[in-house]
Nanobody, 121 residues
Framework: QVQLVESGGGLVQAGGSLRLSCAFS????????LAWFRQALGKERELVAT???????YYVDSVNGRFTISRDNAKRTIYLQMDYLKPDDTAVYYC???????????????WGQGTQVTVST
C-alpha cells in the first residue's frame, strides 16, 4: 500500500517562493509516476505538474516557468518548487501517484492529505 505525506505549505507574499515535499512510503517508488494537483476554494481539483520515473516532466500553462517538479528516488520524495507565486496560486496542494506513466488527468490511485498554500497580495 502506498502512502503519501505532503509538507511545506504555508503563507507567503506574492512574488515569493515555497517548496512543497511529498514523502512516499510503500513499494516500487521508481515504478510510479508522480504528480501535484491543487484545489482552490470553490473550484475543482486541477493538475499542476507531473514527473515520470525517467524524470520527464509536464506543467500546466499557468505554472510553466514558475514551478519546478522533481523527484529524488534515493529519498523517495517528490518536490514542487514554486517561485514568483501569485494570489491565484492559493489552494490546497495534493501529491498523487500511479503505477506506470504519468497522465494529465485525475487517474491517480494514491493521494496525500494535502497542504495549504496561501499567497497574499
Amino acid at each position: 500500500q502506498v502512502q503519501l505525506v505532503e509538507s511545506g505549505g504555508g503563507l507567503v507574499q506574492a512574488g515569493g517562493s515555497l517548496r512543497l515535499s511529498c514523502a512516499f512510503s510503500g513499494r516500487a517508488f521508481d515504478d510510479h509516476a508522480l504528480a501535484w494537483f491543487r484545489q482552490a476554494l470553490g473550484k475543482e481539483r486541477e493538475l499542476v505538474a507531473t514527473v515520470n520515473w525517467s524524470g520527464y516532466t509536464y506543467y500546466v500553462d499557468s505554472v510553466n516557468g514558475r514551478f519546478t517538479i522533481s523527484r529524488d528516488n534515493a529519498k523517495r520524495t517528490i518536490y514542487l518548487q514554486m517561485d514568483y507565486l501569485k494570489p491565484d496560486d492559493t489552494a490546497v496542494y495534493y501529491c498523487a501517484a500511479r503505477f506506470g506513466v504519468a497522465e494529465q488527468s485525475m487517474h491517480y490511485k494514491y493521494w496525500g492529505q494535502g497542504t495549504q498554500v496561501t499567497v497574499s497580495t
